[in-house]
């Protein structure tokens, strides 16, 4: 009999492999170096109050209003990292966001390393992979160190 944990990870494979053939089939979205930083906040905020308070939680605070074009800028960087998460790239995810100036998401969305809280499928593989590499390197090097 299949436990209901190992049957939710097979759904949400399943899903995240939907997700992943969408994402694949759908036209690349491209964003600009540094493109998530508020630049237009920032020049349109006047500082002549002195120092503009930029921080990720300023405008909950609500000490701050998004410029327009921050705003579509937001929208358009969540609206991707969805995409990426639901197919279950939070690698790629967290890469877009260090890209795009918010490497402090990055390390929101990484919950309990780079491919997220509970990797599954392809995630969970790469994870494997990528700590039986390091065993055997650590391997390798012991035996170096030894003679």
Do not use: N, Y
Not at 61 to 68: E, H, I, M, S, V
Not at 76 to 91: H, N
């Amino acid at each position: 009999m299949v436990s209901a944990c190992h049957r939710c990870a097979q759904v949400v494979c399943w899903l995240e492999s939907l997700a992943a053939q969408r994402l694949q089939e759908a036209p690349a979205v491209r964003f600009a170096h540094h493109e998530g930083l508020w630049r237009e906040t920032l020049l349109t905020s006047g500082t002549a109050a002195g120092t503009i308070e930029l921080d990720p939680d300023a405008p909950s605070r609500g000490k701050l209003k998004l410029a327009a074009g921050d705003v579509k800028g937001e929208e358009r960087l969540a609206a991707q990292l969805w995409q990426l998460i639901r197919a279950g790239k939070v690698r790629e995810a967290c890469q877009l966001c260090c890209q795009a100036g918010q490497a402090w998401r990055c390390l929101s969305l990484a919950g309990g390393g780079e491919w997220g809280p509970l990797p599954v499928g392809e995630a969970a593989a790469e994870a494997a992979q990528q700590v039986d590499q390091q065993a055997a390197a650590d391997e390798l090097s012991w035996q170096v160190e030894g003679g």
